[in-house]
Structures are given as C-alpha cells and as structure tokens.
C-alpha cells in the first residue's frame, strides 16, 4: 500500500512523504522558500538522505516546527524549518515511564519482556493498530491518563492495557 502526504509547509520547502513497502519517501519539491530544513532524529541531527531510508514502522511521530518558532528554538539551523523525527524505540521508553506510574502489573509484564509487541493497547475504548499505538502513546501526558488496567492473558500469550483518558 502506497500513502502519500504532501506536506504544504509555508516558510518550509515542500516535502512529498510516501510510505512505500514501508518506508518513507522524501522528496523534495520546488521550494517555497530557499534551503532544506533541519532533520532531528531522536533530537539528533540526521541528514535528508538518512531520514529517507528509515522505515516508516520505526517512527512513531512526525513534528514539523516552522519559522520563526524553529529560529528560535535551533537559532540558525532552524532558519529553514525543522523535521522532528521520533523513533518508536524511544517513544516506547517515554510511554512506558507514563504508564508504570498507573499499573504495576505492567511495569512487571515489561520487565519479563524486552518490548510491548505482545501488549494489545485500548485508549478510551477504541484498540489501536501495532503502527499507531507508538505514536499515540507517545502523545499522551502522564496528566491526562486517569486510569491503567492490565491483563494478561498468559493462554494466548497476549496482553491488553486499557487506559482511560481525561479527553473521554
């Protein structure tokens, strides 16, 4: 299956995402403006070229800062914009602190595991497919969680965490 997200940045050159075999595709278009935007990779700068060969199951989100917020933030390497990338390793180890402070039972699943790829997770009543659940996860704040329920289910081998959000 083949997405395509066009992103129509004002200040920022026009990038062309496209999830092909499951990679990002990143192309750029004529710009709007002159220059390539900064590329952060778990807030570590990574060029256009490495960005483009990272599989699009690796990511967990995708933040785009334009100017002048980007100027402020990265000074001079943000003039162009700046394409934050956050890999789901790391958005698994910041969800994951989030979530320990609700269940314990969980905390203690994930040390007996090394990842969550078992865990089916449910926000709000609704089940999140294994290539959103990072990302998702990874948006939600500690103050907004209000409730973490853990089960599992050791005959099939699955787990299920329903978390119950101030948002419902």
Known sequence: MKKLILLLLVGLPVCLLAQNNQKFILKELPPITNGTPLYLLDDKEITRKTAAK????DIASI???QPPASIQIYKKKGKNGVVMLIS???????????LYAFSA?????????KDDSHITYI????????MIAPGVLYGLK???IKNVEFADSRIKGEAIVK???TKN
């Open 123 to 130: 926000v709000d009543g609704k089940i999140l497919s294994k």
């Open 63 to 65: 933040d785009i800062i």
């Open 88 to 98: 789901n390793k790391v958005a698994f180890e910041a969800y994951r602190v989030n």
């Open 142 to 144: 500690q103050e907004h």
């Open 54 to 57: 990272i599989k699009s199951e």
């Open 163 to 165: 978390i119950i959000t």
């Open 105 to 113: 039972a969980y905390h203690e699943y994930l040390d007996n595991h």
